[in-house]
């Protein structure tokens, strides 16, 4: 199947950077849609949602959600499988687990498929 792996998280104190990335690898056609979505700790009870942080497509349009509109840069390479979120300006409220989601085909004409990584862990604090 399809393995989405995730790496970067970390702790940094406010105003600092970090970037995330995630490599997709496996059975893989193509990939329409890559992104990070986050979930902070406070909402990780059962049936809160993830928020969307930010998505790129196989073209290079980007989207992004506006408490991170201006500090973070999504980014893909086509190649490798692999997107990054490049995060700048960090502030405690960015502190959640980032996930990893790719909407892909397994094969040309089968239909998308979402996946998801494992989550990783960005702690913003003094």
């Known amino acids: 199947q399809v393995q989405l792996v995730e790496s970067g998280g970390g702790l940094v104190q406010p105003g600092g950077s970090l970037r995330l990335s995630c490599a997709a690898s496996?059975?893989?056609?193509?990939?329409?849609?890559m992104g990070w979505y986050r979930q902070a700790p406070e909402k990780q009870a059962p049936g809160k949602q993830r928020?969307?942080?930010?998505?790129?497509?196989?073209?290079?349009?980007?989207a992004y959600s506006d408490s991170v509109r201006g500090r973070f840069t999504v980014s893909r390479d086509n190649a490798q499988n692999t997107v990054y979120l490049q995060m700048n300006g960090l502030k405690p409220e960015d502190t959640a687990v980032y996930y990893c989601?790719?909407?892909?085909?397994?094969?040309?004409?089968?239909?998308?498929?979402?996946?998801w990584g494992q989550g990783t862990q960005v702690t913003v604090s003094s």
């Open positions: 496996g059975s893989i056609f193509s990939i329409n849609v």
């Open positions: 928020e969307l942080v930010a998505t790129i497509t196989s073209s290079g349009s980007t």
């Open positions: 989601n790719a909407i892909l085909r397994h094969t040309a004409w089968g239909k998308p498929q979402d996946y």
